[in-house]
T-cell receptor
Framework: GEDVEQSLFLSVREGDSSVINCTYT??????LYWYKQEPGAGLQLLTY?????DMKQDQRLTVLLNKKDKHLSLRIADTQTGDSAIYFC???????????FGKGTTLSVSS | DSGVTQTPKHLITATGQRVTLRCSPR?????VYWYQQSLDQGLQFLIQ???????AKGNILERFSAQQFPDLHSELNLSSLELGDSALYFC?????????????FGPGTRLTVL
């Protein structure tokens, strides 16, 4: 069945880079997504990557995709305290558009 | 603000009861998704409606049901509530015109079953 796995916690210092890793199962996923959830709020789309890409850069965010290993990562450069949140990796349900989420990685940024 | 609204924000009820959660999608979005977020299960897809019709089902219990009305708002009905149903319930909407499908999430309804 579908399963998306992420490490649960990451703690970094302000100004450092953060790397959040994810493994997914469905090799037919056309798009893979990173969502961010701030305390007490809903989820918002942070970035996404099309499956025929290896890398996507969007300002401080870099997404790397290794299709062979079904591994996705999100790098946040110059991490700020405002980046403290839960980050979810997601793939689409086979033959559909609903999302399968990982359990989320809680990023804690200390000053 | 995502443009997706959910009511109520909080709901406290007792075991065995029935509740209805409401979602209004973003203007123009035809698809509505319901997700449940709990500490032990994480964020799980429950059900999707597209323009009034059920499109996909996830891990939705038989005690739960949903519908999407002609004005595209959706309701999630939870019955015979158990303690384990306590969770945050999110609604999301999307246009769903291509394989790239950004979903916009509402702020959620926090359900507490006592």
């Amino acid at each position: 069945g579908e399963d998306v796995e992420q490490s649960l916690f990451l703690s970094v210092r302000e100004g450092d880079s953060s790397v959040i890793n994810c493994t997914y199962t469905d090799s037919s996923s056309t798009y893979l997504y990173w969502y961010k959830q701030e305390p007490g709020a809903g989820l918002q789309l942070l970035t996404y990557i099309f499956s025929n890409m290896d890398m996507k850069q969007d300002q401080r965010l870099t997404v790397l995709l290794n299709k062979k290993d079904k591994h996705l990562s999100l790098r946040i450069a110059d991490t700020q305290t405002g980046d403290s949140a839960i980050y979810f990796c997601a793939e689409t349900l086979p033959a559909g558009t609903a999302l399968i989420f990982g359990k989320g990685t809680t990023l804690s940024v200390s000053s | 603000d995502s443009g997706v609204t959910q009511t109520p924000k909080h709901l406290i009820t007792a075991t065995g009861q029935r509740v209805t959660l409401r979602c209004s999608p973003r203007s123009g979005d035809l698809s509505v998704y319901w997700y449940q977020q709990s500490l032990d299960q994480g964020l799980q897809f429950l059900i999707q409606y597209y323009n009034g019709e059920e499109r996909a089902k996830g891990n939705i219990l038989e005690r739960f049901s949903a519908q999407q009305f002609p004005d595209l708002h959706s309701e999630l009905n939870l019955s015979s509530l158990e303690l384990g149903d306590s969770a945050l319930y999110f609604c999301a909407s999307s246009v769903e015109t291509s394989s790239y499908n950004e979903q916009f999430f509402g702020p959620g309804t926090r359900l507490t079953v006592l």
